[in-house]
């Protein structure tokens, strides 16, 4: 991991090759990853090791049970993403060092919002019939936006 540089979380991821589409990403970044358990597929899970290519010794990985924990280590300097959000993900500060990202099919659940209503942030969506980004592509985007800040704000 390079110091500075934003941490990915994973809130129960549900579907491997997307898991393994960020760990390949953060590898190449070197972003650490957090995944938030439980997952909806086994760590041994053929396509999150496909996905992941054999990118997976250079990933700095981290499991936790709690979002919580492991948003209390961050202090105020975290985001989360959520079409709910009314903030663009342009808008998150350059100190931000922890990036979250909800379940595929679910998001993030409500009590998220309800604790830290300030801290949320969305991609657009610029057709009406299309509910969300795949979350691989999610946190393609806001990863890069970040690094990019923070390169400049060095």
Not at 23 to 41: D, I, K, M, S
Not at 86 to 95: D, F, G, L, S, W
Not at 129 to 154: C, E, F, P, Q, T
Request: charged letters at 25%.
């Amino acid at each position: 991991m390079i110091k500075g540089h934003p941490e990915i979380c994973l809130f129960r991821p549900e579907i491997p090759q997307n898991a393994g589409n960020i760990g390949r990403l953060a590898a190449a970044t070197q972003c650490r990853l957090h995944l938030v358990r439980p997952f909806g597929f086994s760590a041994n899970d053929k396509n999150l090791r496909r996905a992941g290519l054999d990118y997976w010794p250079f990933l700095d990985l981290e499991i936790h049970d709690d979002l919580e924990e492991l948003v209390a280590r961050f202090g105020g300097r975290f985001a989360f993403f959520s079409t709910k959000a009314t903030k663009m993900y342009t808008e998150i500060p350059v100190e931000t060092d922890l990036l979250i990202f909800g379940q595929e099919t679910r998001g993030l659940p409500p009590w998220v919002f309800e604790r830290w209503p300030e801290h949320g942030y969305k991609i657009p969506i610029f057709h009406e019939g299309v509910r969300s980004l795949n979350v691989a592509n999610a946190v393609s985007i806001v990863l890069y936006d970040h690094l990019m800040k923070k390169r400049r704000h060095l």
